[in-house]
Structures are given as structure tokens and as C-alpha cells.
């Protein structure tokens, strides 16, 4: 089961504007680090027999290496992002084009939606977070394009401003989160869907431990993420902890870094 990922290296990065909690403009951030930090990501993955593909960065976009935001992608259909705030706009036609140059079909999104960042896939639905940056029409839109059932629950803590900051999946059929990132409601919602979660303490969720990626075997994680890592041992996954403390400094994680190509 060998996946494949698009992954766009930070050769512009910076924290210049801040649009998230964890970005301190003032503080700034270091390329050189982030990129050799990003490189270990990709080695990662590729260590592990997935695919890496990468687009371009461009000049000017130095979120553009949180690939997960450009667009969300199942059964080979794209349903493209429209970024919340401007200074991540272009963004959105630069990752549909890339996928436009390639054949998929694409869809232009109408409502304003931050790609896999708040799309999470699952094998028989979508989970969809809102309350931030995902405008909830977006869930619909998503819902009628991919033609999947999209379940969507709300964000309330704004240092956990995407779904893929507070939950991620295990193996497509449970997941992992920390409920105070989310609404009362939609943590029963969750308590519901997911009686085998695991869950995680605010000690890993701070550390973006939440943003990891599974391939239902291995999970690739932020190294700070001690407890949840121990229980993902114990729960049987192979645990890959990668060091990506610079692009935190943007909000970011592993995950972030990483929009899944589901052909
Ligand atoms: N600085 C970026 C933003 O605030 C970070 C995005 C992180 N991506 C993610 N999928 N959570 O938009």
C-alpha cells in the first residue's frame, strides 16, 4: 500500500505575516533549517516505498511548502483550495494548475476551503473541519464534487486552526485527536464514530503531534510527541518520529507538508 504524496520544498519560506497563532513574524524562522528539516520528511516517506512528487515553489508564497492546503484529492477527482487569507490566495490556482497539467479532473471550489488541512479522508467518509479557515458550504461542495459522504465538526481552539492539527488517521477507519480542539458536539460526534481512538493530551496536540501521517502501518510524527508516540506503540504502529521544529514556527507539521494523491 505504498502512497503517493506531493511535496513542495521550502525554498521561500519565512514567517512574515502572522495568520495563526504560532506565527511570530518578529521571531522569523530559518530556511537553511527548515529545508534540511523538510528533506528528512521527504527521506522519510520515500525510506518507507511511498511516491514523492513536487511542485514548484514559488516566490513570494512562503506557506506554499505546506502542500496539504493546496487542494484534496479522491478517486483521482481534485477539488481545488480557496485560501482564507490573501496572502496565501495564489496558491490555490498554482496546485490546481498542477494537477490540471497532469490530467485529473479538477474542480474550481466556489466556498472557501484550505484543502487537506481540513479534509481528512477516510474508506467511507470525509471528515471536515470548520470554525477557522474552512468555510462549512465547502463541506457541501466537497461532499457533491467527490461524491463521498462528508461529516463536518467544529474547531474552537485557534492554536489548532486546521482538522490535520488535532486528529489524523490511523489506518482509514479510526483516528487519533485531541477533543479540546473541538466543540462539545463535535466531540460527541466523534465519541460516536470512533469508540477506538486514541486520544491525545494537550502535552502532544501543543507539539503538533496530531499532524502526523499514517499508512495504516507506520507513523510518521513529530519526535516532541512522547506520550502519543508510546501509545501508538502500544497500539501496534511503527513510529517514525522526524524533527520539523522550524516549520512549526509557521503552524506547520508533517502532515502539512504532505497533500495525498489518491488516484
Ligand atoms: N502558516 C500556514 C497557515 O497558517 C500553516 C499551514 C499549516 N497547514 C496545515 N495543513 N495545517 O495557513
Given at each position: ?22 506565527m511570530d513574524?518578529?521571531?522569523g ?9 523538510w ?8 525510506t ?7 511542485i ?31 496572502q ?54 466537497a ?31 479510526n ?53 502519543l ?34 488516484a
Amino acid at each position: 500500500m505504498p502512497k503517493h504524496f506531493l511535496m513542495c520544498r521550502p525554498e521561500h519560506f519565512t514567517v512574515e505575516y502572522a495568520i495563526n497563532p504560532w506565527m511570530d513574524p518578529e521571531a522569523g524562522a530559518d530556511r537553511e533549517v527548515a529545508v534540511r528539516q523538510w528533506e528528512g520528511l521527504k527521506a522519510a516517506y520515500e525510506t518507507l516505498g511511498h511516491q514523492v512528487s513536487l511542485i514548484d515553489p514559488v516566490e513570494g508564497l512562503p506557506d506554499m511548502v505546506f502542500a496539504a492546503n493546496g487542494a484534496t484529492v479522491v478517486g483521482g477527482r481534485v477539488y481545488g483550495a480557496r485560501f482564507a487569507f490573501p496572502q496565501r490566495g495564489p496558491e490555490g490556482p498554482a496546485y490546481l494548475r498542477w494537477f490540471e497539467e497532469r490530467g485529473y479532473q479538477v474542480k474550481n471550489p466556489e466556498h472557501v476551503n484550505e484543502g487537506e488541512g481540513d479534509f481528512l479522508t477516510l474508506d467511507e467518509f470525509v471528515l471536515a473541519g470548520t470554525g477557522f479557515r474552512t468555510d462549512v458550504r465547502a463541506h457541501q461542495e466537497a461532499q457533491e464534487f467527490l461524491g463521498r459522504p462528508v461529516i463536518s465538526l467544529s474547531l474552537v481552539d485557534p492554536r489548532f486552526y486546521h482538522l490535520d492539527t488535532a486528529l489524523f488517521s490511523l489506518d482509514g477507519r479510526n483516528v487519533a485527536y485531541y477533543p479540546g480542539a473541538f466543540s462539545e458536539g463535535s466531540q460527541e460526534v466523534l465519541k460516536r464514530l470512533f469508540p477506538e481512538a486514541v486520544l491525545a493530551t494537550a502535552a502532544d496536540a501543543e507539539v503538533l503531534g496530531l499532524n502526523a501521517v499514517s499508512d495504516g502501518e507506520h507513523i510518521v510524527i513529530n519526535s516532541e510527541a512522547g506520550e502519543l508516540q508510546l501509545e501508538l506503540k502500544r497500539r501496534g504502529y511503527e513510529v517514525i518520529p522526524v524533527e520539523l521544529a522550524e516549520l512549526r514556527k509557521a503552524g506547520g507539521g508533517p502532515k502539512c507538508c504532505t497533500l495525498e494523491i489518491r488516484a
